[in-house]
């Protein structure tokens, strides 16, 4: 009902939960960061009984509630409930989230206000914010604000199911219970509510970004683990021997006789996990760089489990896209060399695409590459991957990386240097030098 320019809810008495009061539920588009506020006011002669659910709030995937526990890591929920301890009445959260201990909705220990009690006939200002977390990871979010004092502020690992990580519901749930006696009243309650604002959160502020080029750095000094960790962050594989810096460029040796980690650089940094990526580079090969048979060359992005090394990923727990150049005695060229799920194998799928498509590599010219990997969902083909090679593309289209959803997600950017293939004829009897500069890698979605 409609009173003095606020919405009236009335919660009947004797009953619990939708019998007695409402709850409601509207779908909002699927997002990964919601916030709302709203001013709720309990009537003058309210009767407190035990407590209830109160106000709007928000469902992850399934929206978990009514003490059914999110065990599978499909849902979760972010409410309020008023609660009377026999001493004080006060506000706290009520969460459903994976490893929450139950038997119901968690509150974290939480109330507000911390000391006296809620009072009839005074208005409240509730705000509220939620961000999903990825993965298994603990890095979702909730706040919960009242007349703005923090209740709640925290992180949290709402799924573990990437499927059902997303916001999808603004819940209106206001009724008594519990489901005991002692949660019912024997009068009619009435609440009321004004001023609802709901908000969907799209800021790629936060999103990952690194640029990094390396005309800061010596001329002919080597380019340490230490250096590569400042300009990088995490940094594992790093061969300090094999990087240094060249008028401004970042110069890797290939070892003669030697193949894959042993003769070159294969070096990993942990991402944010994003559901989408881009990056480009420059690179050129030395003046005197003796092609071989080939091998790979410059940075990528891992999903999932990275699958590399003719490890095919057959569970659909992992993918990469990378580059390599490659040798057919008549022709140089760049192709696309990636792991998925449905991959014919033996090793990475180059869906027989090349660049140049005519002619052949040219030795001391630099190239500019760019890649863009966008994850798929369930066992659909709707990711994509991207790669041009100075705005010539070189590969475009669909593909289904994974199966897994908890594994459907990139996390990794590679920067991969080496020659093979695993036979002698992948071998150089000379060192060889290849050139990078003026990385860029952006996260375009989580």
């Known amino acids: 009902m409609i009173s003095n320019g606020g919405l009236r809810i009335t919660i009947e008495k004797n009953a619990l939960s939708g019998a007695g009061g409402l709850i409601s539920n509207t779908g909002v588009p699927g997002g990964t960061a919601y916030e709302l506020d709203f001013d709720v006011k309990f009537h003058s002669q309210f009767e407190w009984s035990r407590g209830g659910k109160v106000g709007f709030g928000f469902g992850v995937g399934n929206g978990n509630t009514g003490c059914n526990l999110p065990t599978d890591g499909a849902g979760g929920s972010l409410r309020l409930m008023w609660y009377n301890n026999g001493n004080r009445v006060y506000f706290q959260p009520y969460i459903y989230h994976f490893g929450m201990p139950g038997p119901c909705g968690s509150n974290f220990g939480k109330s507000y ?20 977390n990825t993965g298994s990871n603990t890095n979702g979010h909730m706040q919960i604000k009242i007349n703005g004092e923090t209740l709640i502020d925290q992180s949290i690992r709402w799924t573990t199911n990437d499927s059902k990580r997303f916001i999808n519901r603004l819940s209106f749930h206001t009724f008594r219970g519990g489901k005991a006696d002692e949660w ?21 502020a936060l999103l990952y970004q690194k640029s990094i080029n390396w005309n800061d750095r010596v001329h002919q000094r080597t380019y340490t683990d230490i250096m590569a960790r400042s300009d990088f962050g995490s940094v594992t594989g790093w061969q300090n021997s094999r990087a240094m810096i060249s008028n401004g460029a970042l110069r890797i040796t290939l070892k003669k006789n030697e193949l894959s980690v042993a003769g070159g650089l294969v070096a990993n940094t942990k991402l944010p996990e994003g559901s989408a990526y881009e990056l480009q580079f420059d690179v050129k090969f030395h003046s005197q760089f003796d092609w071989s048979r080939g091998g790979k060359v410059g940075f990528g992005l891992g999903i999932g489990n990275r699958n590399t090394g003719c490890n095919l990923p057959t569970d659909g727990a992992g993918g990469t896209l990378r580059l390599m150049w490659y040798n057919t005695r008549n022709q140089v ?58 705005g010539t593309t070189l590969i475009d289209q669909n593909i289904r990386w994974t199966t897994n959803d908890r594994k459907r997600l990139i996390n990794n950017l590679s920067f991969t240097t080496f020659r093979g293939g695993k036979e002698d004829w992948w071998k150089s ?14 996260q375009i979605s989580t």
């Open 333 to 390: 060229y760049f192709r696309p060399y990636i792991y998925h799920y449905g991959m014919s194998g033996p090793c990475g799928s180059t869906f027989n695409k090349s660049y140049p498509s005519t002619d052949t590599l040219k030795k001391a010219k630099w190239y500019k590459v760019y890649m863009y990997a966008k994850s798929n969902t369930g066992n659909n083909p709707n990711g994509h991957v991207k790669v041009l090679v100075n």
């Open 184 to 204: 019912k009243s024997n009068t009619d309650g009435y609440i009321y509510y004004d001023n609802l604002s709901v908000r969907q959160i799209k800021s790629t």
């Open 429 to 442: 009897d000379a060192n060889g030098y290849i050139y990078y500069d003026n990385l860029i890698v952006r």
């Open 113 to 132: 206000p911390s000391t006296g009690s809620l009072q009839k006939g005074q208005w409240y200002n509730v705000h509220m914010y939620i961000k999903s």
